[in-house]
């Protein structure tokens, strides 16, 4: 698990620590310098370019720059300086001044700023962090623009210092230096771990620096190491009905496999049961455990298949009406009247697009900021939104935004969201039974994150793994990568 803070809780954080006199920089600018070092080295035993320059901005993520470049030159490497501010960190300069660094200033490059930083193999941008306040703007945003773009043109290596500058709060900026790398202090911040900013962010690493954060955090990053310690396990004295059973209504005479899909993805995901309770036609090719007769449930699945209409309608309805979790796929998003509050706790599962149609909004609104959208939505149908993507967010009306490691492409198959869709009715089956043995459950966000965390996993499960896999292979393959996970492995 990585929580994300925002920039006000983690600076009311740190804020104790600095009246103590604790050197929270220095150990920031060295934890930034020891790794430069390794990719210095190993750049220049692959013959590339290993030279160094440090961005330095005006705040004290300049000042950790200069601190860094002190490091290095201390260190025997010859960083330069690219000073970008009237007003450095003095004692930052100081030192770096007094350990060697050359220092360039971004008045002195005028016009050549570009051709003179492109001479550089190795970034290290610390030109705004933490204190940013808005978009970047002025010669800041302009200087970050001109060495994004530069940044494009020929293979270098960038270390973001905290963050890439100009990304902090807001996942939907995007005006910033790509890194390979980023090293944050204290905790991730919110646009490290959320679309579409955490695509310039690179590796994430994170330095705590002993910086104790109890706020709520802003983001919950979910991953496979959650999987194992909270998905429910069978234990000694369970019985199938203990376990989960899962409803399920989906797939259509248009699009049978769905329904198919997310049933095989529901059983392999581990619930005591799983009830098929739609089309008689599709019920006839599904494998022999699968129960058809009608009976109480615990989670339900609906949509997925499905273009809508008054069945789905009213089978979403039915569902709701249970008063249980009900995950709401594909066409099931188009029966708007059976949305928003009510009996049932319903997970929205819309891809960018269906997120688009739900809120009335153009797609590329939507991917230029899909937490927004799923947290608009969220409210709107007083839901859990997974919102489904290169990365997948999942929002409640309040609370942290969940997410999970990004998963891979070959998860952009036809089907893949049926199995998803299964996966989630499964988990929350599971979860809901759980919580009627009145043992603690993780808020259903999480739960929802779990599932999507467990199905990018699965990937690596299908037989033709590392290369392009088949849905139904996925469905099958979330049995054997939830054991590997509940074992331990
Ligand atoms: N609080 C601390 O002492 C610690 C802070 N650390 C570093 O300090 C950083 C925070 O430092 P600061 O609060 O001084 O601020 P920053 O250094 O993050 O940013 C301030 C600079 O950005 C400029 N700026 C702000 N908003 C802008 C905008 N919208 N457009 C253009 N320019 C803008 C300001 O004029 C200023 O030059 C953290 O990100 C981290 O790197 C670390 O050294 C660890 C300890
Ligand atoms: N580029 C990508 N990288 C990783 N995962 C992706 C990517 N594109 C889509 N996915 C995932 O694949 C699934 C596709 O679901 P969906 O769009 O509903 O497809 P379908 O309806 O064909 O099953 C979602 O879980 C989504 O997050
Ligand atoms: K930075």
Known sequence: MRAAFRADDIRAAEAPLLAADVPLMRQAARAVATRTISIARDRRAAGLNADILVLVGGGNNGGDGLWAAHDLAQRGLAPVVLLATDHPHAEGLAA???????????????????????????????????????????????????????????????????????????????????????????APKPALLLPPACRAAGVV??????????????????????????????????????????????????????????????????????????????????????????????????????????????????????????????????????????????VLTPHLGELATLLDDERAAVEADPVRYA??????????????????????????????????PWLATAGSGDVLAGALAAALAQFAARQEASEATPPLAAQAALAVALHAHAVDYCPSAPGPIRASDLADALGPALGALLAGQ
């Not at 997974?386 to 999970?404: L, N, S």
């Open 375 to 408: 947290r608009a939505a969220a409210t709107e149908f007083a839901a859990v939104v997974v919102a489904k993507g290169p990365e997948t967010v999942i929002a409640a009306p309040t609370g942290p935004v969940y997410t999970t490691p990004p998963g891979s």
């Open 96 to 186: 770096a001044r007094g350990a060697g660094v050359q220092v360039v200033t971004r008045a002195e490059l005028g016009e050549d700023v570009a051709p003179f930083a492109s001479w550089f193999g190795i970034w290290l941008d610390a030109l705004a962090g933490i204190g940013l306040s808005g978009p970047l703007r002025g010669e800041l945003g302009e200087l970050v623009a001109a060495l994004a773009e530069v940044r494009q043109e020929a293979p270098r290596h960038v270390i973001a210092v905290d963050t890439p500058s100009g990304l902090a709060d807001d996942p939907a900026a995007t005006r910033a230096i790509r890194a390979d790398e980023t090293h944050t202090f204290g």
């Open 205 to 346: 690493l994170v330095h705590d620096l002993g910086i104790p954060l109890d706020a709520e955090p802003a983001v919950v990053e979910l991953d496979t190491g959650d999987i194992s310690e909270l998905w429910p396990r069978a234990g000694h004295l369970d019985h199938k009905y203990t376990r989960g059973v899962v409803g399920i209504d989906a797939g259509s005479a248009t699009y049978p496999g769905a329904g198919i899909l997310a049933t095989r993805a529901a059983l392999a995901a581990g619930p005591g049961m799983v009830r098929f309770l739609g089309d008689r036609a599709i019920a006839d090719r599904l494998p022999p455990e699968v129960v058809t007769a009608p009976g109480r449930i615990q989670a339900g699945l609906v949509g997925s298949g499905t273009e809508g209409g008054p069945d789905v309608a009213a089978a979403l309805r039915d569902f709701r009406e249970r008063d249980i979790p009900v995950v709401v796929d594909a066409g099931a998003l188009a029966s708007r009247d059976e949305l928003g509050a009510g009996p049932g706790q319903l």
